[in-house]
């Protein structure tokens, strides 16, 4: 899995993540529990993980989609 989208902005991960599985492209987000741990501080980032195979066209969904992703 590779690294798609790293926010603290929840919505834009749920944004994301509806986005990709209306293209048809797993995705699975990770540190949701850390996240849920530090409480409603916001300081500890999720990411979204997606297929290696996946990445470039995800990459895609998310420019075309306004949503700016790390490096």
Known sequence: ??????????????????????EGIDCFEMDVNMSILEGSIGILPRRLMV???????????MADNGIALDG
């Open 1 to 22: 899995m590779e690294q798609l989208l790293r926010t603290i902005n929840i919505t834009t991960i749920a944004y994301a993540q509806a986005l990709l599985q209306g």
């Open 51 to 61: 297929r290696r195979a996946d990445l470039q066209r995800a990459q895609r969904v």
